[in-house]
Nanobody, 117 residues
């Protein structure tokens, strides 16, 4: 089992920045990739960015240049730096962990990001 706890969400004005963190615990050895997904009101959950244990990153094309993902393997944390936020970035941001076990994924409970215009 892997437990994921997100932090750092909140209310910010358009153009501002937020930093989200996700702390993993439990069967850390099984994690091969961590990432962030988001779900806006009335929309499906979508990929924001992922990062492998080796540091390979993948970011949604529409968010490149504004969002940056990083990880600290020693602390078992993943951070999402979000800059130049837009109202369209509003939603619940979920941390995700993919494991070495086929089709075994874990999700955090999510953290709400609200960007006001």
């Amino acid at each position: 089992q892997v437990q994921l706890v997100e932090s750092g969400g909140g209310l910010v004005q358009a153009g501002g920045s937020l930093r989200l963190s996700c702390a993993a615990s439990g069967s850390i050895f099984s994690i091969v990739k961590m990432g962030w997904y988001r779900q806006a009101p009335g929309k499906q959950r979508e990929l924001v960015a992922t990062i492998t244990r080796g540091g390979y990153t993948n970011c949604s094309d529409s968010l490149k240049g504004r969002f940056t993902i990083s990880r600290d393997n020693a602390k078992n944390t993943v951070t999402l730096q979000m800059n130049r936020l837009e109202p369209e970035d509003t939603g619940v941001y979920y941390c995700n962990a993919a494991t070495i076990f086929q089709n075994v994924y874990y999700w955090g409970k999510g953290t709400l990001v609200t960007v006001s215009s």
